[in-house]
């Protein structure tokens, strides 16, 4: 949109023949002696875009008296790439500004020779713009905040070291992920680089093309360090997946905007004129100071620079030159007001001092209308405070913050691999990269992985030809159970390329020896060296985000959004952007939950795309909360460790599941401490504790003592539907004797129970309440079994019978949808029918028999079909 003034302005697109500044005398300029000639020296698409003409309509706007105080020329383009400057228009104010094609030296001969009286941005300094390493060193020697870099210069010796989490130059080290910029200003090729915990990869900003402002390359992990060019390796920020474009004009006044990252998605968001979605944002003092140091230092009047707000901090991390908002009419206004001060103050200061505010003709467009315009902060509250939203009206309170705590995403199983080794060849990688001799060894990041590969695949070649060349004792079962779970570790290894963190291996020393020194030269007073003779191997696979888990994160953070700013679209987005609201997501070590939250956050902010970037630039990690999602106290994880072992004995039993094995189920000891709470025989809230550890082992010992006492903690039914706790008191059954397994409402919870006689059960923790009915279950889950392991082999024929039957209704599906003859259509209903009743005939078979049956043949004999193809 263009401005719509009172009254036509000066004509801007023809050049002007200004008044000779001769003519003006050295005497004090008077507007009444002429307007002030603004001349404009920059390429036509620069020079005539809209940005700067509505700004150039406000500024020739100004009047004094009747009279204009400025008019503008413009240097056509013809004249500035093809004829010298002695041919170049003269004024007395000079706007140029550096872009693709310029002739920056021409324009630096054109000042010396004319010396206009003001030039707006400085052209000896632009020239710094052009590298990167000076930009950054000018900033930090202003004292600029800048993000941690290191600088590879091609033409000198550079020490180089690259890992997969980091990179490392000149002693200099950058962790991944990093950003890799050219040392040119005007290069904008600018990639990033992810460590491979995080899934590897390589991520390419480039200028906006279209609706694209970056590309993400999964496969590509080693930087341009080796190309024989120079880069910057700078630290990526996290940035909450927003920047902040600062447009500043003269030290006193900045603009800031703020878009989402194209580090994200790439994804451009664009408003309904077309332009980049951007917020207006709120620069606080320390920001300010920032802006007023970068004009100063550059020497540019009008100067736009981009700045990274990461934990509490704000950074420079380019300086762009000549810089205009392209979509917002007050700048366009504030920058034409500060503009007419910058002249004045050096060309009319005695005409600034009579007339400081300046009168302008300049009317501003109309407001958009309210179906472009997005919904005001105001109104958004008021919808949201209407009755038509899911959230109540604030009665005087005001909701501050919102947390959520959510487990990870449907992950695959997880497996691990137990075994000790005394092979020297995985025990030489506990001295090669272990601090020590008796701390184990963690391999995780992939070229160690690789390396271990490698080990592996030595080992069990040497050991698979000594077995067929009949070397060594093979009829040694430990041994060849060792080749046996080699081959597993070797299986796992290479069943898929290492990518992140899904596979790791831990070596713990458990032998140690004195290491014999091979080494003449070698002191007689030196310490023995200790070296590592055995140790345990343990491979964990397994556990990684399914496409499943990895769908529900992101339906999740799509509906918290929805349900959390229902009504508004958009609207979290823009609260987002603006830092209105502070987002902080943060995640546990483990892969599958960093995986999760990126899902959730890309879901959440309606991001597209891969989830790597999202992830190193959304998701947190802090110590503190890392300790409080994954520690454990010591006294849970006892506990922990005991259930386990006791869930292991019972699944692992051999032994039919009998009524009088009930007692030894978890149940009579979860039952007994319900029981005692129901029945007054402590109070878990009562004394200065409160609902602490300590209150908690009171309730175990006491259910130990019920326990004890021979009942089983079972919730019988009565005839009557009432429920009553067996026990071995008077009239209940003892430990041996048969209960039959409790209903879920039979069990007696806190709203059964007689609150005037037991009045703290009021605030009794719901996981005492819970823990009849889950033990309950368990219970009846394991007498339904009979014998667990054997259990396991019936749910795994059961399976297999399942997938064939699959099979066969797949054949009779398409056999269906087959337009073929009545023949074929009358045999795919006989199969259809067939089909029907083949599990429930087998399953029922092997209620009755014990043993696990096939489902029967179809009609006429034979296997059942196979699918096609």
């Not at 339906?555 to 987005?573: D, S």
């Not at 039914?717 to 041996?736: C, I, K, M, W, Y």
Request: aromatic share 6%.
């Amino acid at each position: 949109s263009t401005g719509s003034p009172a009254m036509p302005p000066p004509e801007t697109g023809r050049e002007v023949a200004p008044r000779s500044r001769v003519d003006l005398g050295d005497g004090p300029r008077r507007i009444a002696d002429g307007p002030i000639t603004v001349g404009i020296c920059a390429m036509e698409k620069k020079a005539r875009s809209n940005p700067m003409t509505q700004m150039v309509d406000r500024l020739t706007s100004f009047r004094s008296n009747g009279h204009p105080e400025f008019e503008v020329v413009y240097f056509e383009q013809d004249t500035i790439l093809n004829k010298p400057v002695d041919e170049w228009p003269a004024c007395e104010a000079l706007i140029a500004f550096f872009s693709t094609g310029f002739p920056l030296e021409k324009a630096r001969a054109y000042v010396k020779q004319h010396k206009p009286r003001y030039v707006f941005n400085d052209l000896d300094k632009q020239e710094w713009l052009f590298d990167r390493r000076i930009v950054y060193d000018l900033l930090q020697k202003s004292g600029v905040p800048v993000p941690k870099h290191a600088i590879l210069n091609a033409k000198l010796e550079n020490t180089i070291d690259e890992q997969e989490d980091f990179l490392e130059i000149n002693g200099v080290r950058i962790n991944k992920p990093l950003v890799e910029k050219p040392v040119s200003g005007e290069d904008h090729n600018v990639y990033i680089y992810y460590p491979r915990s995080q899934g590897g990869g390589q991520k390419r900003l480039f200028r906006k093309v279209k609706d694209r402002s970056s590309e993400f390359y999964p496969d590509l992990h080693t930087t341009r360090v080796h190309t024989g060019n120079s880069y910057i390796y700078e630290e990526l920020l996290q940035t909450e997946g927003t920047d902040v474009k600062v447009y500043a004009i003269g030290p006193e006044y900045a603009h800031a905007e703020a878009r989402k990252s194209p580090v994200l998605d790439g994804i451009v968001n664009r408003n309904v004129r077309g332009k980049e979605e951007r917020y207006p944002v709120i620069l606080d003092a320390e920001e300010k100071q920032i802006a007023r140091s970068v004009v100063r230092a550059f020497g540019q009047s009008v100067c736009g620079f981009d700045l990274l707000r990461s934990n509490g901090k704000s950074y420079v991390c380019d300086v762009n030159g000549w810089s205009f908002v392209k979509d917002s009419q007050k700048f366009w206004s504030d920058s034409a007001n500060l503009l007419r001060h910058l002249a004045l103050q050096h060309i009319a200061p005695e005409h600034l001092h009579a007339h400081p505010e300046g009168t302008t003709l300049f009317v501003e467009d109309k407001p958009p209308s309210e179906l472009t315009r997005p919904m005001s902060m105001s109104k958004s509250m008021d919808w949201l405070s209407s009755k038509n939203s899911i959230l109540p009206a604030p009665d005087g309170e005001e909701l501050l913050c919102v947390v959520a705590l959510t487990r990870h995403g449907d992950r695959t199983p997880k497996e691990k691999l137990k075994f000790h080794t005394s092979e020297p060849l995985f025990l030489s990688l506990i001295t090669e990269h272990g601090s020590n001799p008796h701390e184990e060894l963690k391999i995780k990041n992939i070229r160690l992985m690789e390396e271990l590969t490698h080990r592996v695949c030595t080992v069990v070649d040497r050991m698979q030809s000594e077995a067929r060349l009949g070397h060594g004792n093979w009829d040694d079962p430990e041994k060849a159970d060792h080749m046996e779970k080699l081959l597993q570790v070797k299986q796992v290894l290479k069943s898929h390329p290492f990518k992140g963190i899904n596979r790791k291996v831990q070596l713990k020393p458990t032998a140690w020896a004195i290491a014999n020194p091979t080494d003449d030269e070698v002191p007689s007073d030196a310490e023995p060296t200790v070296v590592a003779t055995e140790a345990q191997f343990i491979l964990k696979w397994g556990g990684e985000l399914t496409s499943l888990g990895e769908e529900q994160a992101e339906t999740l953070g799509k509906v918290f959004r929805q349900r959390l700013y229902p009504g508004e679209f958009g609207g979290v987005l823009r609260l987002h952007s603006t830092y209105r609201h502070d987002l902080k997501i943060y995640a546990s070590e483990e892969g599958r939950v960093q995986m999760t939250a990126a899902a959730f956050a890309k879901g959440f902010l309606n991001l597209e795309g891969p989830l790597t970037p999202i992830l190193a630039s959304l998701v947190s990690k802090n110590p503190k909360v890392t300790q409080m999602l994954d520690e454990t106290p010591d006294a849970g994880r006892a506990a922990m460790e005991q259930a386990k072992a006791h869930i292991f004995n019972v699944l692992s039993s051999d032994e039919q599941m009998c009524e009088s094995e009930v007692a030894r189920l978890p149940g009579s000891f979860l039952s007994a401490a319900a029981r005692a709470m129901a029945d007054g025989q402590m109070d878990l809230m009562a004394g200065a504790h409160g609902n602490d550890f300590a209150s908690v082992r009171s309730v175990v010992a006491a259910a130990e003592v019920a326990a004890s006492r021979g009942g089983d903690g079972l919730v019988e039914p009565q005839p009557g539907g009432e429920a009553t706790a067996s026990s071995s008191g008077e009239g209940s059954a003892g430990p041996g004797a048969a209960t039959s397994p409790p209903a879920l409402h039979h069990i007696k919870t806190e709203d059964s129970v007689d609150r005037e006689s037991s009045p703290s059960l009021a605030q009794k923790s719901p996981l005492v309440v819970a823990a009849p009915t889950s033990t309950g279950l368990l219970v009846r889950a394991l007498r339904d079994m009979g014998k667990p392991k054997q259990a396991l082999y019936r749910m795994r024929d059961q399976l297999a019978n399942l997938c064939k039957e699959l099979k066969a209704r797949c054949v009779v599906a398409e056999l269906e949808e087959d337009p073929a003859s009545g023949e074929a259509g009358s045999e795919a209903g006989v199969l259809s029918e067939m089909s029907q009743t083949n599990l429930a005939d087998a399953l029922q078979q092997e209620e009755d028999t014990g043993v696990a049956q096939p489902p029967p043949p179809p009609p006429g004999g034979g296997r059942p079909p196979g699918p096609r193809g």
